[in-house]
């Protein structure tokens, strides 16, 4: 009955239950470089910036090689790039239809498509206050009385 889906044990798979219909992921070098321009063009990093090199990381990386976030189905390559800390450039919201844990829940509503026009949820840069204006009274008054204090 399990292959039914019939079962108290929910879904056999999973992860393989929540990824999207149209996702697959790359096994080659060649399929990553559409996914690469499209993380490109939707980066937020500013235009002046340029993009390093991939030989260059390739020099500097020499332990991983090219750096793009895909392991094509090698273990070892997937284990280096987790020893490394190399972000997979898909996001959760591009492979799967659903969160599939809890901590993907957090921020998956911006990739709702009824909201990609709207920009209540873009915040401002704001500069902490380095004196408060209590403290720049009583410092002005402290240079005339140094036993004043505000109680």
């Known amino acids: 009955m399990e292959f039914f889906g019939i079962s108290l044990y929910g879904p056999q798979n999973y992860i393989k239950d929540q990824l999207n219909d149209n996702y697959h992921e790359p096994r080659s070098k060649a399929e990553v470089k559409p996914l690469m321009e499209k993380v490109i063009n939707s980066s937020s990093l500013p235009i002046k910036l340029s993009r390093p090199d991939i030989n260059t990381i390739r020099i500097v990386d020499i332990y991983i090689g090219r750096v793009d976030g895909f392991a094509y189905g090698s273990t070892q390559r997937f284990m280096k790039m987790k020893r490394k800390g190399v972000i997979k450039p898909v996001g959760p919201a591009d492979m ?10 957090y921020g998956w509503w911006q990739h709702d498509p009824a909201i990609t026009s709207s920009d209540w949820h ?6 902490p206050q380095p ?21």
């Open 122 to 127: 873009v915040t401002s840069i704001r500069y």
């Open 96 to 105: 799967y239809r659903l969160p599939s844990t809890s901590s993907y829940e």
């Open 131 to 151: 004196v408060s204006p209590y403290s720049r009274v009583l410092d002005v008054v402290k240079k005339n009385n140094k036993y004043a204090t505000l109680f």
